[in-house]
């Protein structure tokens, strides 16, 4: 047994790390970074993207950065409701997990036994939740209102104000939460606040 | 619960499973990203058997090959594609459902499905064909609906000649092109809608039609009832789907889906690099499929029967060859069946194989211009038009 002291120990692990730094396999740096954005990236996908198409036009594509970076860039400018920030950060994403060279059938992403992460989060609060209308129309307006319309007319989603649907307040809760046939499933989207929120505004509509 | 179901796009997918489902669980590859996306696919998925789903929501599903044994494509099993799903059915109802014929015309026309009928009915045989039919063959990849090989299909139309309407409407001497709109509409207003254009002369060819039946029966909402354009020998995305507005136009139509999308190098360019000349895509070239046997199918040592379809748009099928050497040689297929203008041509091949193991059979076919498919398709940046050799592996059993 050699004795190392802990100089040459740290030594050894920083040319140890420095080594993998350079050689480590760019499919591994791909991983890691698919990982680490993954859940913000899967939220963005079903609350924006899957408002017009179904995430499975996003997982058949194989393409390079330039071309995740175009695409994005053209859906937010056919609005896609993205920040700047989130379209940077959905584009570093796809480019990672679905790269030119990435199998037909990719290994599924280690987070997946969790659901997405949420977007906004709001501080756990012990008291039954109350919503408020005011703010509704605005939370409305940004997530709801391109398929259910201005207002809650309907639109290519049916339509909500009037709703005998706002009076069974469960069954409200269950689709925004969960979704129902084409409605994505809002749950990594909205907060608990915001659905109620919206529930309050809806039924002044 | 009906309560939200009536008028909504819930109560249209129900109706969407009813127009699509079938005999037989259709093969569906998806390559899903996480739990929570495969589980929502699963429900779409169940709605389809019998197609297999490309894209759950707006539908893009393709016709297992297996199904193009038959001369006809079935109703239910003909593959969908549209950019943003079908209308709201109030839209299309024929109470409210009316065809606008306006632009540069003497008579702007106002008709509905009553008077539209009051033309001379016609049925023509075609293929349709989406444009992007192949797109997953083409490297480097290319974005968009990763279709594979069955993104056409062989159907009877019958409708009206668009010629017929033009003239009721008088098409004045500046008009050059018929632009096309459906009742169709994206989710987000900020998309372009789906507006096209074809050139004067393809409108008023004889064989273009305004179709309101498929196969025999009226068109189902998926394939654009009430009434959708053919473009018999044309790519699909000139059959535009629940056709409201017909305007003779001076120019080609602007927009994306026109002036940017469905185009393709007038030249082909190296793989990757775009081109300035790009020209719609308008007329579909020669292409054949193998239908049977399917791949990774077990066939015994013996005589096997290949079978397949072969087309080639506004032209004839001349010929349809076989190799089973990797194209090194290749023998002549027997033709079968029905032969009409526009419709593809069933044909046969009888093949003795002799060594046991892995066989790839190829087919390739010839129009009557000579065009011929070859190995692979010329790379374009929409992935448009593939007509490579088509390729079917089989297990060759002693």
Redesign the interface.
Known sequence: MIKTSPQIALFFSAMFMMLTAVSALPEDDLNSISIAL?PRA?AL??ARC???????????????PA?WEA?VDKMK????EISQEEAGLLARYLSA?YH?GAP???P??EH??G??EPLGQEPASTGPIVGVAGRGAGIFENNCQ??HGHEGV??????LSK???LQHED?FWDTVLH???????WS?VLSEQDIADIHAWLLTR | MSDIGDQSLISRRRCLKLLVSGLGAGLVFHHVGSAVIAAQNDAARKETSGLTVRVARPLDAETPVGEFASFLTPNDRFFVRSHFGPPAREHIEESQWRLNVGGVVERPQMLTMKSLRQFEPVTITAVLQCSGNGRAYHRPRVPGVQWERGAVGNAEWTGVRLRDVLEAAGVRTEGRHVQFQGADRPAVEAVPLFVRSIPLEKAMDADTILAYEMNGRALPLLHGAPLRVITPGWMAESCIKWLTDIVVREDETKGYYMQTAYRVPKVPAASGLTTDAMVPVEAMPVKSLIVAPESGQNVPVGLVRIQGVAWAGEAKVAKVELSIDEGRTWETARFLGKDRPYAWRQWEFMWTAKVPGTATLLSRATDAHGEQQQARTPWNPGGFLWNGWDRVSVQVNA
Do not use: F, K, Y
């Open positions: 993954g899967e996908i079903l899957s408002v017009c198409h179904s995430p499975d036009l996003i997982t058949q594509q194989r393409l390079p071309r695409i400018h056919w609005g896609a997990r030119s037909d059938r990719l599924p992403l997946e036994a659901l997405a391109a398929c309907g639109g290519q989603g049916p339509r709703n005998p649907i069954l979704g129902r046939g084409p409605m994505p499933a990594s």
